[in-house]
């Protein structure tokens, strides 16, 4: 853990030159890409990429291609003192602070980047634009921090999907490692959006979880139709007067389609507005095949 926070470097230049130097000394580098106002969860990457490696960046780094028409984007949450302490205290050396001009420099990006048959649905079908900004801005951080060992939560499941076809599809040197979602004592996942929420909000904000359960228990009981178990998520959201659902699915974790009989492996797949307040939450679950008769 560095011993007086991390270093704070705000640009690409300077960035590549650190990392440079590290690399020839042998260092294996972890990369946890954010965008601020940090939490817990993102702390548990931090901590998971200085655990595993030699050094640790950190990006902080609201990404306008992300945000669609109308979305967050000049309200989202900014505290950069408050960020560079959370990060100094889950191990992180290099905290990348750039600004939009640096990361973009001729002004609108003429280059995207999509990964097709994993954007279209689910986020992507509310948030059109938002898979190619993600994608983009990625790459584009790969391409800046090099070869290493990236750290993202598998509460952005369909993201975490995303960007692993397209490390893969594109052939960059970067090993993607998922890691858990981290929740609230409630059952709520952690997220940066969740300061929005007013306290009647926030309470009613833990039915995402509890439909997510209702899904599970769904599946364990027997159901192995996908809308048998959307339904049911569906009816505990449906009865959160605070709660609108934008979709609730059960599907495979890696193409994201619902099959027509579920496999042994599923992925729960929700999100809902409450208020404003547009949050997502996931959930995985394994099927037991079951036992030959007079097996022990």
Request: glycine residues 8%; charged residues 20%; hydrophobic residues 45%.
């Amino acid at each position: 853990m560095p011993e007086h926070g991390p270093t704070i470097v705000t640009t690409i230049t300077g960035l590549r030159a650190d990392l440079g130097e590290r690399r020839r000394s042998g260092q294996q580098i972890g990369f946890v890409p954010t965008m601020g106002y940090l939490h817990d969860g993102h702390g548990s990457l931090m901590r998971a990429a200085a655990d595993d490696n030699d050094a640790t960046v950190a990006s902080i780094f609201v990404n306008p291609l992300q945000f669609g028409a109308g979305e967050d984007l000049d309200s989202y949450p900014r505290d950069l003192e408050r960020d560079a302490a959370v990060a100094a205290a889950n191990g992180v050396d290099l905290l990348f602070t750039p600004t939009v001009e640096e990361m973009y420099p001729k002004g609108p990006v003429l280059t995207s980047v999509t990964v097709a048959g994993l954007s279209e649905r689910w986020d992507g079908a509310s948030r059109p634009t938002h898979f190619a900004g993600v994608a983009t801005v990625v790459s584009k951080l790969f391409n800046i921090v090099g070869p290493c060992r990236a750290y993202f939560g598998e509460k952005d499941y369909q993201q975490l999907a995303v960007i692993r076809r397209m490390t893969a599809d594109l052939s960059i040197p970067v090993e993607v490692i998922g890691c858990p979602i981290v929740r609230e004592p409630d059952g709520l996942a952690m997220s940066s959006r969740n300061v929005y929420l007013d306290p009647a909000q926030r309470a009613a904000a833990t039915v995402l979880r509890r439909a997510l359960d209702a899904g599970e228990a769904a599946v364990a009981a027997g159901a192995s139709d996908p809308a048998d178990v959307d339904a049911s998520m569906a009816a505990v959201v449906g009865a959160e007067p605070l709660a609108e659902l934008d979709y609730a699915a059960a599907v495979d974790p890696d193409t994201l389609t619902q099959p027509e009989r579920l496999g042994p492996r599923v992925r729960l797949l929700i999100a809902a507005r409450v208020g404003a307040t547009r949050l997502i939450d996931n959930a995985g679950v394994e099927i037991e095949a079951p036992q030959p008769i007079g097996a022990s």
